[in-house]
């Protein structure tokens, strides 16, 4: 034992080793590579990142100051088809006009299939190369591989020029498969203070080092125009000049990083996966103004309510002054003002699908033509619900795909609401969504705090998630008649969350495509009578009401009949399966979940048997849940209520929550037993 344990660990030594000492030249695919059938090490990986390299620094031209270029070079091995999806690759660019924007160059890309013992190579062509258009500003520029085959190896390398020094992506060192290699350096001038922000749990080294750099560039007559974020030297002499100076270096590396993986009731698994994130601290040119970037949350808040495109688009308010002098003259109360003036913007505008924290076109071009972004359609809200003597403000936010807002920066928002304070409780709206409510968000943005900015520019955190429980209470009717056929009749109250996910999915469909949708949630079983109630009725709790027929809902064994007393409403599997968990486990927002059930005792039978009463609860008063079954007559009642009070339970109760799920299902899993009389 003791041999083949050392032998072990000099063979993961070894293979480190030649990983880490490996040429990644691109285009120098080995045959190992090729022919490799699983990962070494994650052998249930799809594919895997065998290197991976980000190298960032500065360029400098007289006409355009200091750029930013960043060399990505990646090679990726693919095991099976389930791993082709990693063949796709995607790159955001901002374009603030022609001129300043981002700019990918010199992509180069190829796929490698070994052949009859040969290496062949596909390249990536111009038809593989499209666009998608983000918003005004932001396009998706995504490329796919070429002849895609189990065991194939992709590479691709590009490089991407931005003038945004203070808008720099993070450099990601975990995906969703492993990353075999990661090597990656960042270099920047002296003149640039940066502050580095790391997230996630692998382990990564970072070296820093100081070097000098001289960089030569030919000065021009033509005078460049100033921009925020590049200091230009001008500089009239015709001859080659040279620049000198420090240059700070972090070398940043890692090898054998673990896949980061998806747990269900997680937030945003990114949240949680190793990256590095560069922020721009200040610029200090020599004879220049020293600049600081180091931002609080208030600084970031203040500089986006600052800009034209946010607190100016606020301010304007007299092209909705006739529509709010009608909507509002028979309006009373704070509420009922709310109210009218919400519903108003929500049935006028139409989303467009961008989000942003900044208007595009503007708030009057959008209110004319019925059209806007995420920040044109809540700044008329906001902007018509002030106008009305309401104190209302803006709320920027972040939604769940763009991730938690760890520090402060303004790329941590990505979203912007409203907001009003009634009878010193504060209301959160969303203009943009047509089946929205006071106080209920869509579920994508509900994630950890929003940044509230008042009319002076102030802001604080607000909490964006629903204190209060989104329930379904159901009555379930059961009759086993003399054939021993089960039939029910079920009726159920939906309120906040679960009413507003109901009305999303089935408020656009036909009757008849309901009640398809809506018996293939469950097995083995015939849904007929499908009636709801409130399906178009904002404010009110979503009802409906069906009839089911079961097949094998019954075990008959020697006469006694076996009921499984929740039928197809209980809870028989436990989400969760692991032993262990590393992320908090995330509901979205608190519910509860109760039954009440009522079983016809068949002519001829007796109670032999019932589940005993179960009430347990979850630490710290997290979630708890009682059942208890009664015999009263010919009938039999069951109750059983699931509650969970907070919508997040952090990692170190995982232990208690896996336990409590599993006495849950073991209890509705126990069966009634019915005998003969």
Known sequence: MKLNYAFTILLTFSLFTTLLAQDYDFGDVSEEELLEKE???YKDADAAILYRSYNTYFTYTTNEGFLVNTEVHERIKIYNPDGYKYATKSVSLYEQDSKYKDDLRSLKAYTYNLENGNISKDKLSKDGVFKEEQSKYRTLTKFTMPNLKEGCVIEYKYLLKTPFVSNLDEFRFQEQ????????????????GFNMHQKGLSQISIENEVKSRTIIYKPQNSQSRKIVDRVVIHDKSPKTRKLTFSENIINMSGSQIPAIKEELYTNNIDNYSNAIKFELAYINFPGSTYKNYSNSWNDVAKSIFDQPQFGDELKKSNYFNN??????SSQQSEIEKTVAIYEFVKQKMNWNGYVGIATDDGVRSAYKNNVGNITEINLILTAMLREAGLNTNPVLLSTKNHGIPIFPTRNGFNYVISSVTIDG??????????YGEINLLEEELLNWNGRLITEDGRSKWVNLLPNKQAEQNTMLSVTIDNDLNTNAKVINKLTGHKSYAFKKKYANVAKVSQLEMFENQFKNIQVSNLEVQNLDKLYQPISFNYDVSYSNALDIIDSKIYVTPLLHLGTYENPFVPETRQYPVDFVYPLKTRVIASIKIPDGYT????PETLNIAIPKNQGSFQYLV????????????????????ASNYYKELKA?????????????VLVKS
């Open 177 to 192: 498969i492993p990353i075999n290699t990661v090597s990656s350096k960042f270099r920047s001038p002296e003149y640039y």
């Open 607 to 610: 109670v032999e048997t019932i």
């Open 425 to 434: 409780g504060l209301v959160l709206l969303d203009a943009s969504k047509k």
């Open 323 to 328: 529509d709010l002098s009608r909507l509002i």
């Open 630 to 649: 009664n015999v009263s007559g010919n009938n039999i009642q069951v109750s059983s209520q699931l509650s969970i009070s907070t919508h997040i339970i």
């Open 39 to 41: 990962h070494p090490i």
């Open 660 to 672: 409590f799920y599993d006495m849950v299902i073991n209890k509705q899993l126990e069966k009634i």
